[in-house]
């Protein structure tokens, strides 16, 4: 079964909200699951009783907050869920590195999923501004892998 088809019915899993999709076409047989987020336990938040108001007005600083990396581009996700190679071999050069000019269609990496590896290709022409996961690492459906911008 091809790569683009694969993708397509894994679009259709997210899509459609269902959690499993199974097909068999010839020999080949395909299964597809979804782990449904975790919700959020809510949170509680306690607020002493206000404390009597000062002679003269004070002005409160506002606790400042650490800047949040901006990330400008566009990110390519996982398209399954399996184990992340940057090159086609232990000794060989990886496939694209940060700073690398990339066109549509170009191999990104390699995702190991039960014992097949499948070549990532790139949606984006542009440059690799950032690898999220590391050499080796296992990766979740959905899970960003590059920035490219």
Known sequence: MDLRKLKKLIDLVEES??????LTEGEEKVRISRAMAPTAAPVTQYVSAPAPAPAAP????APVAAPAEVLEGQVVKSP????FYRASSPDAKSFVDIGSSVSTGETLCIIEAMKLLNEIE???TGVIKKIFVENGQPVEYGEPLFLIG
């Not at 399954?80 to 184990?83: D, E, K, R, S």
């Open 58 to 61: 004070v002005a409160a600083a």
């Open 17 to 22: 909200g269902i959690s499993e999709l199974e």
């Open 122 to 124: 790139s949606e984006y």
């Open 80 to 83: 399954m869920v399996g184990t």
